[in-house]
């Protein structure tokens, strides 16, 4: 079955420690994937997308990766204000048309100062 | 800015009660979904549309239906709301292949 896997669940770092989140799958065919950052109490805000293997992108302290089977999320140098529950989701290819994201459970990170 | 609004932030309803959850998005996109969020579970897909009229099941449609009467506006009904469907629900739109967008999403209470 396809599923979607993020590690670890919780992370607590000091400030300016850098540190990567990783998101496994496995999906039979992927159309993307995407990252989220979201807040407590609120919808989670898009960050990234990424369609095939060996693409990267960037904003600000976070920069996401794509191999075949997973994708990390780098933090770099990270502030307070990074705090929150990062999720990972899927979307893959089933012959229709729109489909909707798979996600995984999120990694809940704190900075502390 | 794409822009996704859910018509109420907080819900309180009784057993048995149908519910409308509204959702408009202001970018044109085609494809908008609805999901519900749980501690432990996550989000799960209960329905999404890739046109006006058009609808597929998700994940967990059983006790909802959905409504895309306009390209901008998609609702999710609970035909008769039980307990167990208190949960925060988040409406979310997204233009073909590319990122969702989501709204703040709406914390319904089933009484």
């Known amino acids: 079955e396809d599923q979607v896997t993020q590690s670890p669940e919780a992370l607590r770092l000091q400030e300016g420690e850098s540190s990567s989140l990783n998101c496994s799958y496995t999906?039979?065919?992927?159309?993307?994937l995407f990252w989220y950052r979201q807040d407590p109490g609120k919808g989670p805000e898009f960050l990234f997308t990424?369609?095939?293997a060996g693409e990267e992108k960037e904003k600000e302290r976070l920069k996401a990766t794509l191999t075949k089977k997973e994708s990390f999320l780098h933090i770099t140098a990270p502030k307070p204000e990074d705090s929150a529950t990062y999720l990972c989701?899927?979307?893959?290819?089933?012959?229709?048309?729109?489909?909707?994201?798979?996600f995984g459970k999120g990694t809940h990170l704190i900075i502390q100062p | 800015d794409v822009k996704v609004t859910q018509s109420s932030r907080y819900l309180v309803k009784r057993t048995g009660e149908k519910v409308f959850l509204e959702c408009v998005q202001d970018?044109?996109?085609?494809?908008m979904f609805w999901y519900r969020q749980d501690p432990g579970l996550g989000l799960r897909l209960i329905y999404f549309?890739?046109?006006?009229?058009?609808?597929e099941k998700g994940d967990i449609p059983e006790g909802y239906s959905v409504s895309r009467e306009k390209k901008e506006r998609f609702s999710l009904i609970l035909e008769s709301a039980s307990t167990n469907q208190t949960s925060m629900y988040l409406c979310?739109?997204?233009?073909?292949?590319?990122?969702?967008?989501f709204g703040q999403g709406t914390r319904l209470t089933v009484v």
């Open positions: 979310a739109s997204s233009l073909y292949d590319r990122g969702a967008f």
């Open positions: 999906v039979s065919g992927l159309r993307g």
């Open positions: 990424l369609y095939s």
């Open positions: 989701a899927v979307r893959m290819y089933s012959g229709g048309g729109a489909d909707g994201l798979t």
């Open positions: 970018m044109d996109h085609e494809n």
């Open positions: 549309s890739y046109d006006v009229k058009m609808k």
